[in-house]
Nanobody, 118 residues
């Protein structure tokens, strides 16, 4: 079955950096677009943060993180990473790795907590 396992979250000071990683299994990783979402405290909706396509590795970012976050993937290791730099407190959230293998079949990891605080 499809599994997505995130890691790398933690407590970081404002201006600091973190690197999140997601290990995927149970599907042909290299065939699918991967996304990072986040859910901020007090918000009901998860918002997309970054996207990376399958073969070409094309990337796209939400406006609040553009220029600070970098998404990358290693199709040989079935991993997708999110490098986060210059973090302000507003980036505090639970970050999720996700993919859609076909319409209606969305898979999510358990999430990893990122807290930006002094």
């Amino acid at each position: 079955q499809v599994q997505l396992v995130e890691s790398g979250g933690g407590l970081v000071q404002p201006g600091g950096s973190l690197r999140l990683s997601c290990v995927a299994s149970g599907f042909t990783f290299s065939d699918y677009t991967m996304r990072w979402f986040r859910q901020s405290p007090g918000k009901a909706e998860r918002e997309v943060v970054a996207i990376i396509t399958a073969a070409e590795g094309l990337t796209n970012y939400a406006a609040p993180v553009k220029g600070r976050f970098t998404i990358s993937r290693d199709n040989a290791k079935n991993t997708v990473d999110l490098q986060m730099n210059n973090l302000p407190p507003e980036d505090t959230a639970v970050y999720y790795c996700t993919t859609r293998t076909r319409p209606g079949d969305d898979y999510w990891g358990q999430g990893t907590q990122v807290t930006v605080s002094a």
